[in-house]
């Protein structure tokens, strides 16, 4: 029996996307109009069912991306305008806003309105009748344009538990007046399951009976903020009350404290409550699709993000390690290809051989756990993690190390010494970085020397001219990201640094991570930047 008891068929949850508008809110996100088509594309591709492009004539980027996406339409997706109500006491044809909507050319307008009492005397200051009204005469102007009209109920929960009458007035007025949707918005972000379930039960029997043209109910959708860490909590257990639309962001972003994550609820309905939301193809490409969007917003994803960060499936602890040795699913709850993700083992001191083990089957190297080299492997990543290293986010380095234990690996040149040097010439003029390197390649040794922006970057520069006649495949590397990490701030300038260099070969964006730890931040620089260098051309074809 399916999740609706209606035979083999899965009860569908319709994914409304607004990235793009709610998303965009979120601090420290600027999306440009080119941004902002990127993400469309992506999330059209991922399967939504809605795309909420924005808000017309509130901005530039908006009103361009609208105009974009006219000349060429998304492929299943269906594109929302966002709006509000007419203004009190004109009339809808002569709304400015409502006129935006429909110039934007968008199939769907999603129009929010007051649903609280509260709100409406206090932010509106117009009468309760007169709200009723601005709610009622703009869904049906819209849906006189031929538009599809969504209905975000803004403050339904606060305004049900003051006045709930008043607030299931509001929601039913919109679905007579034609809404297809009525969508009951925990604006605040301040309310718990339950009161969300007690809020849609309210709302799916006062809407019985009310919608389009009289054909059928208006259905319920969910819009949660997280200002309690409680919106996709929320947001499940407004489907298990019987919302069929559930809105949200990928990875949450959002107003203050986000939004509900998809990358979060999709999953938990399809998996977990076996509804149908996005199919199974779909649920596949939410991991990329995630990094996709953090890409995008220029922000770092966090790595416990569930289901689809970096430590989603990841294993640290060795007795954890061990047991997932034996049969992958001892310490994860599903299997992380379900949502294009996959388990990772971390190497720390917290582990033991079988990280190892683990690691180096991974990199497909052969290595056997009772293997003497294994158990002074083990200790040197030890005494490495003991100095500060850390290989949780440098696989590169970790597999370097493994190499270079291997009595058959030769490495393809050698550091013999190198020199940095930074000056300003002529008291206030531009800095100026010089670096000089020896290093042996083959049977040969090569002095090179080269000025940079930096001391790191001149030494990469002098690196690769000594590399790239014998080693073209060099030329395709590009250093990406250059963090440093201070490990002990109490000691000021004598604490040791942690440096991490992301690389990646420009023709097909792979990419890779390499750690280098010192006193001497230069030092800790070189030993990332060589072991980048050295792992590319392992795995960097010419």
């Not at 977990?272 to 779909?282: F, T, V």
């Not at 079988?354 to 756990?369: M, S, T």
């Not at 670096?435 to 990469?460: C, F, Q, S, W, Y």
Request: net charge negative.
């Amino acid at each position: 029996m399916s999740a609706d008891g209606k035979g083999d068929r899965l009860r569908r949850v319709v994914v409304y996307d607004t990235t793009l508008r709610d998303g965009a809110q979120g601090p420290g996100i600027a999306f440009s109009a080119s941004d902002k088509l990127k993400i469309a594309r992506r999330l059209d591709a991922l399967g939504v069912d809605f795309v909420e492009g924005g808000w017309p004539g509130s901005n530039p980027k908006d009103t361009e991306l609208f105009a974009a996406l006219r000349d060429a339409p998304l492929e299943r997706a269906r594109l929302a305008a966002f709006g509000a109500t007419r203004r009190a006491h004109i009339a809808a044809v002569e709304d400015e806003n409502l006129r935006d909507l429909l110039a934007s050319g968008a199939p769907v307008c999603t129009l929010v309105g007051k649903a609280s009492a509260w709100q409406v005397r206090e932010v509106l200051r117009c009468s309760r009748d007169e709200n009723l009204a601005m709610i009622s005469d703009s869904v049906a102007y819209l849906r006189e344009q031929g538009r599809e009209v969504i209905f975000d109920a803004e403050h339904f929960f606060d305004g049900f538990d003051a006045d709930g009458d008043y607030t299931l007035a509001g929601c039913a007025a919109a679905a007579a007046a034609g809404a297809s949707w009525i969508v009951a918005c925990d604006t605040n972000g301040g309310r718990m399951p339950h009161e969300v379930v007690r809020g849609i039960d309210a709302l799916l029997e006062r809407l019985a009976g009310l919608g389009p043209e009289g054909g059928g109910a208006a259905r319920v959708g969910i819009h949660c903020h997280n200002d309690c860490d409680l919106a996709v909590a929320n947001t499940l257990a407004a489907v298990e009350a019987g919302a069929d639309m559930v809105q949200g962001t990928i990875n949450g972003i959002g107003e203050r404290c986000g939004n509900a994550n998809l990358c979060s609820v999709v999953p938990n309905l399809r998996i977990k409550l076996s509804l149908d939301a996005l199919s199974e193809e779909g649920l596949r490409h939410l991991t990329e699709t995630s990094q996709f969007v953090a890409e995008i917003a220029n922000r770092t994803p966090s790595p416990q993000q569930p289901f689809v960060g970096e430590g989603a499936f990841a294993h640290k602890g060795g007795q954890h390690v061990a047991a997932v040795m034996r049969h992958r699913d001892a310490y994860q709850h599903i299997d992380p290809a379900l949502v294009g993700n996959h388990a990772r083992v971390l190497v720390s001191d917290l582990g033991g051989r079988g990280n190892v083990l683990y690691k180096a089957h991974e990199f497909g190297i052969d290595v056997e756990r009772d293997d003497p080299v294994t158990r002074r492997l083990v200790r040197t990543l030890k005494d490495m993690e003991h100095r500060g290293y850390s290989f949780e986010g440098a696989d590169a380095s970790f597999e370097m190390v493994i190499r270079r234990t291997r009595p058959d690996y030769a490495p393809p040149f050698t550091l013999l010494d190198f020199i940095a040097l930074t000056e300003r010439r002529h008291g206030n003029g531009a800095v100026i970085s010089e670096g000089t390197i020896k290093v042996r390649i083959g049977d040969e040794v090569h002095h090179t020397a080269a000025e940079g922006n930096g001391p790191v970057n001149a030494l990469d520069l002098a690196l690769r001219k000594a590399l790239v006649p014998r080693f073209p495949q060099i030329a395709h590397v590009r250093l990406h990201d250059y963090k440093v990490r201070i490990l002990d701030e109490a000691a000021g300038t004598h604490a040791v640094t942690r440096v991490l260099i992301e690389s990646g070969d420009i023709r097909d964006g792979r990419r890779w991570s390499t750690v280098g730890c010192s006193p001497n931040i230069i030092e800790a620089s070189w030993a990332a930047l060589a072991d980048s260098m050295e792992y590319a051309l392992l795995k960097v074809p010419a």
